[in-house]
């Protein structure tokens, strides 16, 4: 984990708080305890080991269709201006990774239909950073974390790759979190851990709730000391509060879980692993008769043949059913492999976190770069917004491979959500093929090719309803100068839906430059 500078974090709490006219309040002690946690870890940072990037960038870019639809197209021309900033070491008791932006630009409000396109979205903040203070030693720590990110505020409707529309399916999320814990060993047999956590998130779109979670959690486990054995037992406390603007109260989510863990090295290359506890929930769009707590318990290993591999697998039931998962890592020289399955509980909010994107990265973990030398990201963040609980079942597979001059990678998911206040189920997949191919010392271009499809299932209220997604990215990077690129890219984007008045096509094209320092 990591910590931010506060100048960082107030500018983007900034935004959200003239967004929102926030009073002072929990968000605003909350704000003010990041702020002051970055405040004193600043000084302790001078000291070790940092690295620090900043770029600007300046582009053009032209559509045919602003308002993504298909009845009575409208073209524009839009300026954007994207300062950035990347911050990633520790020093001292310190640590900090920070990734940020801001895009300016100057989309013109017009009537697109429905009441959309008349308020732009003028500026689009987005940050994630993790920061960690230790403030007394090796007892006392702080976390404390920002995200701030663009998403649709209704995945089954149309929305664009990009935040330059003006169709009114954007929300901006803005999510802080701070939480301090206690750690310490017990005679030498076991670390005891204690942790309250306080998260805020807020959401630009009226549509989208906002709300606050506290949790609590205590565990105690055993200590690497060579022996083949290890346990653990924890419990989880998490209370979860939606505003209601409707009537001006608030409702809650409490979810409580205890449960005891152990595992077993047999050898260097095999572990085996289970647990078994309790659930205790209680949520309040859930009807009486729907069981939402009960046994859970997991067995399996963790297989680990060589350096570059790794399994893990588990088998396991909770009170909605079955809640098993699949892990497998591979690496080898040129390429990079891995395989995720897992079903579990979840709420909309945590979805909204977990799913912003997934980057695409080369076999070493480095990031694609589109035409404004930003990372490149397959957007996932597809979530309904409800109260309700949420069984998620999803299915994640990436392959990244790279040689030379030439990388290559693919990246998928398919999800299957059951909402458990009406059974009600849709499925979400998402695809993306990525080639980058640097053809001189000074020139890199890129294509992407992404795919997405959404459908309503069983119990919705449109059921058997489909929307797919295309977009076809081709990309140039020439290099001017050392810390200076030109940046040029065309791309086409397709909706075909079972709702007519909700298809568009799109054509864009963008030239920029990028200065870095």
Same mark, same amino acid.
């Given at each position: ?55 600007? /960038? ?229 009807? /009486? ?48 492999? /891995? ?62 491979? /790279? ?115």
């Amino acid at each position: 984990m990591a910590s931010q500078p506060a100048d960082i974090v107030t500018v983007g709490s900034s935004v959200a708080i003239r967004k929102y006219k926030l009073e002072i309040g929990h968000t605003g002690f909350l704000l003010a305890g990041i702020s002051g946690i970055f405040l004193v870890a600043a000084p302790l940072a001078r000291a070790g080991d940092w690295n620090t990037g900043y770029a600007v /960038s300046a582009q053009e870019v032209y559509t045919d269709n602003i308002c993504l639809n298909d009845d009575g197209k409208t073209d524009e021309w839009v300026t954007t201006v994207t300062p950035s900033i990347n911050i990633n070491g520790s020093g001292g008791r310190s640590q900090l990774k920070l990734s940020g932006l801001v895009e300016f630009n100057d989309l013109s409000a017009r009537d697109c239909g429905g009441g959309s396109g008349d308020k732009p979205d003028h500026v689009n903040p987005r940050l994630t950073a993790d920061g960690n203070l230790e403030v007394y030693r090796s007892a006392l720590f702080v976390d404390a974390s920002s995200r701030i990110q663009q998403n649709r505020a209704n995945p089954d409707r149309a929305s664009g790759d990009t935040n330059l529309n003006l169709n009114g399916n954007t929300n901006t999320t803005y999510s802080h979190t701070i939480s301090p814990y206690l750690q310490r060993e017990v005679a030498g047999l076991a670390l005891v851990n204690l942790r309250y956590t306080y998260n805020t998130q807020t959401n630009s779109a009226n549509s989208v709730d906002d709300s606050d979670e506290e949790a609590v959690v205590l565990s105690l486990g055993s200590i690497a000391d060579g022996t083949p054995f290890t346990w653990g037992v924890s419990g989880t406390y998490r209370e979860i509060t939606y505003d209601d603007d409707n009537n001006g109260s608030n409702l809650n989510d409490r979810l409580a879980t205890v449960v005891a863990t152990a595992g077993y090295r047999v050898s260097n290359q095999l572990q085996l692993v289970g647990s078994a506890g309790e659930d205790l929930n209680d949520f309040e769009v859930v009807g /009486s008769d729907q069981e939402v707590d009960g046994s859970r318990w997991s067995a399996g290993f963790i297989y680990q043949p060589n350096s570059r591999t790794q399994i893990h697998v588990e088998k396991g039931e909770q009170f909605f059913g079955d809640s098993s998962s699949v892990d497998i890592e591979y690496r080898h020289k040129h390429s990079r492999f /891995s395989f995720n399955y897992s079903e579990s509980l979840t709420l909309s909010r945590d979805l909204r976190l977990e799913e912003f994107d997934f980057l695409v990265v080369d076999e070493n973990g480095n990031p694609f770069l589109d035409q404004n030398g930003q990372p490149i990201y397959l957007t996932q963040a597809q979530v309904v917004d409800t109260r309700s609980p949420i069984i998620d079942e999803r299915y994640r597979a990436g392959y990244t491979w /790279s040689r030379g001059r030439t990388t290559l990678s693919f990246i998928g998911a398919h999800s299957v959500r059951e909402e458990l206040a009406d059974s009600s189920i849709r499925e979400y997949d998402t695809f993306s093929v990525a080639a980058d191919r640097r053809v001189s010392p000074k020139t890199n271009i890129t294509a992407r090719c992404s795919y997405s499809r959404n459908k309503e299932g069983q119990n919705t209220p449109r059921e058997g309803f489909e929307s797919e997604q295309r977009s076809l990215n081709l990309g140039l990077r020439h290099s001017l100068g050392r810390r200076t690129d030109l940046n040029l890219n065309v791309s086409r984007s397709e909706r075909m839906s079972d709702d007519s008045n909700d298809e568009y096509v799109q054509h864009r094209f963008s030239v920029g430059v990028t200065a870095r320092w």
